[in-house]
Structures are given as structure tokens and as C-alpha cells.
């Protein structure tokens, strides 16, 4: 987890900025566990293995809707072929009032995990999430080394 999230959930924890829910999935989470798993009702969608739910955020499972409290997606959007199918799933498998965490790449290396599609802008990431149904609680820009704009991140909630 780049070291900007951390701090990034620190924070929103910290402040009580958001509530976080239960249960909570982590989309493309496979590699946290240890993280959230000790403190939350915590389930990971992901291709790989390494995850309770085996499956592609941008194939529609009717068997998720409204399924969870929080969606977290912290540095996994750019890894996704189709980011606008992913946010629509993402707000369809919120319950009422469910919260989503996400961060993501601005300026950071091409890396292959699987594969590196995109990078995003916050006016890009906010209308995205905007498109998707969701209500923006708070979003700004990560730094990370040298006051860089390395990456985006938007918390909302759908209503």
C-alpha cells in the first residue's frame, strides 16, 4: 500500500471523518488482509486468488447488490480495464448510505499488475465517482516525495 493511503485512512479514521461500515469489501485487495481483517467484518474481491470473492468488479453479480456497508479500492482503479463499469458496480453493491474509499495513480510508473490502463486527474476522478451516483464527502491530491501529485483520492457515500 503506498504510503499515501496509509496515511489517508489514518486520517480519515483519526478525524471520524467517515463511519466506516460493515461488512467492508476491498476491491482488488488480495495481499491486505492483515490490515483490515482483525478490526472489520472484511471480505477482498480480486481476480487472483487470496480473496473471499473471486470475480471481476466490472461484471455485474446480482448476488452483491447492496451487500456492504464500505467499498474500499485503493490502488487498483488503473488496473481496470472499464473504471466507469467498476464505479457503477462498486455504488450498486453499497447498501443505502454506504461509503466508498478510493485511491488512485496520477503521475506514478507504468506498472504491470496484471496490467496498467490508466492514470487519473482529481476533476477526472470526481466526476467519474459523480457519474456513478456518489456524493462526494471529501477528495484532494496524494503527495508522496517532493510535494509530487502522485495520486487522487475520493471519499463518498451513495444515498
Not at 493511503?5 to 478525524?15: A, C, G, P, T, W
Not at 466490472?58 to 490502488?75: A, R, S, Y
Request: glycine share 10%.
Amino acid at each position: 500500500m503506498r504510503l499515501g493511503n496509509q496515511e489517508l485512512i489514518k486520517r480519515l479514521v483519526i478525524r471520524s471523518k467517515c463511519q466506516f461500515q460493515e461488512p467492508i469489501v476491498d476491491i482488488g485487495g488480495a495481499g491486505t488482509e492483515g490490515i483490515w481483517n482483525k478490526f472489520f467484518n472484511y471480505k477482498i474481491m480480486d481476480l487472483t486468488p487470496g480473496g473471499e470473492i473471486l470475480a471481476d468488479i466490472c461484471d455485474w453479480n446480482f448476488e452483491l447488490k447492496q451487500q456492504f456497508g464500505t467499498v474500499i479500492c485503493l490502488d487498483t482503479l488503473e488496473h481496470i480495464r472499464y473504471p466507469e463499469d467498476a464505479l457503477e458496480n462498486m455504488w450498486n453493491y453499497l447498501k443505502r448510505d454506504g461509503l466508498l474509499i478510493l485511491a488512485t495513480v496520477f503521475t506514478w510508473p507504468y506498472h504491470e499488475h496484471p496490467i496498467d490502463y490508466w492514470r487519473f486527474s482529481l476533476p477526472c476522478i470526481e466526476e467519474l465517482c459523480r457519474k456513478a451516483g456518489f456524493k462526494k464527502l471529501e477528495s484532494g491530491w496524494q503527495e508522496e516525495g517532493y510535494g509530487k501529485h502522485t495520486g487522487v483520492y475520493f471519499v463518498g457515500k451513495k444515498l
